[in-house]
Every structure is written in structure tokens, then in C-alpha cells.
């Protein structure tokens, strides 16, 4: 068994019951496989780094952005909506499966990191100091109504940065945040 590529025997895991009685798993990685994960982390952000971009809204035709349109609607999609539209895009072949992970489909909070144990982190611009600049988006769970097109826009107007061993790995995402502004305006406007 694996756990997102790491083998499940790398790791104790440990249940941590939280205040409100919900159970928390806790994997803590066994010293004898520091050197797998290492590898296997360094392998995985070669990988991401030399990844091809998206195809984008190029790959989509008028007709699948009709297609789109009509079976979702962006000013008003709950999460698990915003994951199968995510899937969609990567069947159309507008999406790459790294860049629909990316793009915040594997979990509910939009900046997922690329490996466990990596710190992602946005900076607003505007701000001089780092403290003053960090900010955090997630896809709001549990909303009945979320414009998801404004919520791309908003996740595409920040630096997105992840860091991984004291060095920082930009992955292009600003430039997917950009691809899946485009493909969502263009879903609205084939609606």
C-alpha cells in the first residue's frame, strides 16, 4: 500500500483524538526510511518541476465549453462539484493530473502541498514585511454557494511559492492559477 507514493511501511501512524472528539491520524516516518522518503522527495519535485504545462483552453473545444457550462456552475459549485469539473478538465486533456492536484483537487484547502512535510506559503505583494504579507486561501467547504471563478482569480493574483529543504520551488503555479482563470471565463461565457 502506498500513502500519495510513499510506502505505507515507511511510517508509524498513530491516532491523536482532537478537543472535539474527532480522530486525527499522525504518520511519523521510521529512521530507517529517511533515506527512501529523501529520494523519493527529491525524485518527486524533479519531476514537478520538469513538468509540461497544461494545455489550457486551447485543448477545449466550443462544444465542451458549452458542455461545461451546462453542467456546472461556476458562481455557485460546492467542493466535491469543483473536483469532478477538475477531473473533467483532465479527461478534455486541458489539465495535466499534476496540474489538477495542483490547482487545489486532492484536498479542501486550494494551496495543497506538493509533499507531505512541505510548507506552501502566499505573499501579497502590497505588503513590505513577511509577516504582514502571508495569507492563506482554502476552498470554502462546507458553503452552499462559491464562486469558484472569483476564487481562481483570487488564488491567481498571489506569489505562490513552496519551500522544501531551505530552497524555493515556484512549479509555475501562477501560471496554472492563470490557465484555470482563462478556462473558467471561457466556461461563463459559453454559457
Known sequence: ?????????????????MENGNKLP????KDEYKDDFA?????????????????????????QLKELSEKYDTDDMT???YQFFLQDLVDMGALTETDRWLAGGTGENGLTPVLP?????????????FEMSQLSYTFPVGVDSVDVTEWAKYRASFDT???WGGKR????????????VDILDAVNRAG
Open 1 to 17: 500500500m502506498t500513502i500519495g507514493g510513499f510506502q505505507s511501511n515507511w511510517f508509524n501512524v498513530t491516532t491523536h483524538t
Open 26 to 29: 499522525i504518520a511519523t516516518l
Open 39 to 63: 529520494a523519493f522527495t527529491q525524485n518527486k519535485l524533479e519531476q514537478l518541476e520538469q513538468r509540461e504545462p497544461s494545455a489550457g483552453l486551447d485543448a477545449l473545444t466550443d462544444e
Open 79 to 81: 467542493y466535491d462539484e
Open 117 to 129: 512535510g512541505m510548507q506552501a506559503s502566499v505573499h501579497d505583494a502590497s505588503h513590505d514585511t
Open 161 to 163: 511559492s513552496y519551500f
Open 169 to 180: 520551488y515556484d512549479l509555475e503555479l501562477n501560471e496554472l492559477n492563470q490557465t484555470m
